[in-house]
């Protein structure tokens, strides 16, 4: 309890003076940092999952020695107690080859109640031992005895010491303490240390759209967790074709090589569209539908999970009143929130892609970044 506090008070100072820029990789960049500019609606200020109202975002990234290429990502909805101000929740299982803690409370109640972590395969559990730690130790919550954590993962084991299960339940703590609003780091950060996408190095990537006000103005922010395979593509372009890399091409075109296109890809989906848990769900299906315009596949070994979430604020589930009085769309004002659910996850995944740089980890594997300049050349073409 005392390190808990501790923590708490050394993360509150430091947060008073952590810039709001974030630095840049040499020769990396974001998407539209290149002028390419996808879809039709327009980002928030950050192009960022933070850009809805109140969300915040924390990481922790470990690089150590030559194998230890892992992280924690933390998505705090709302700056209030989210136990005692659950937010209306749904979950789409894309492919289900993985290991979401809470799902089937999610889909049973319609909710969260905890900060979304995300963090690699074996640190699940530790994952869950973090959430535990922080929600149980919020002021309000001194009688809780049940707390549902969420946490996602995908599998950083090719360039991270993953059975050396590195990342511990402080090391989540300090990420949901840490979380801001702002710019949120993106590429090889995190969750997405250790990640590896279309053969290139994945990592964390985040983008948001804002709705025109006849359309009702409101804000879809997307944060994904990259490492997944297929063919890739970037804004109708065949950029893994053209570069030779892409999953069956030793089928297709028997080379030595071949593009395994398992992985996973964790896509979380946040608004402050007044929305309940059937309506999130069909949002989050959307998602899905941002995956495949990257190339995606969802393979067999491939574990794609969306959460998606509202934040608006008077919809907030307060269990302390008798009766639950949410104000909801109808389903006729769904589709422009679909269309900016596709852009932004889709825009996310490119730019986790841009914003990683190489990295060698166990064993001495070595993933590269992917080649910018030659990707803006097929794009070109």
Known sequence: MKRFFALTVLLTLCGSVLAQEVARPEGRGRLRDFGIEPGIFHPGTYNAITDVPGVRVGQVTLIEGDDIRTGVTAIVPHEGNIFRKKCPAAVYVGNGFGKLAGVTQIREL????TPIVLTNTLSVAQGIEG????????????????????VGETNDGQLNDIRGRHVTA????KAILSAKTGPVEEGCVGAGTGTICFGWKGGIG???????????GYTVGVLVQTNYGGILEINGAPVGVRMGQYSFKKSVQNPDYQLNPDGSCMMVVLTDAPLDARNLERLAKRAMMGLAKTGGIASNGSGDYVIAASVYPENLIDESTDKYYPTL???DDMSPLFEATIEATAEALWNSLFMATDMTGRGGLTVEAIPIEAVLEVMRK
């Open 110 to 113: 319609g909710n969260i109640e």
């Open 131 to 150: 959430v535990l730690s922080y929600s149980l130790n919020v002021k309000g919550n001194e009688n809780v005895r049940s707390v549902n954590a969420v």
């Open 170 to 173: 402080d090391h989540v703590v």
């Open 206 to 216: 985040t983008s948001s759209r804002v709705l025109p006000k006849d359309l009702g």
């Open 329 to 331: 769309l109808h389903n």
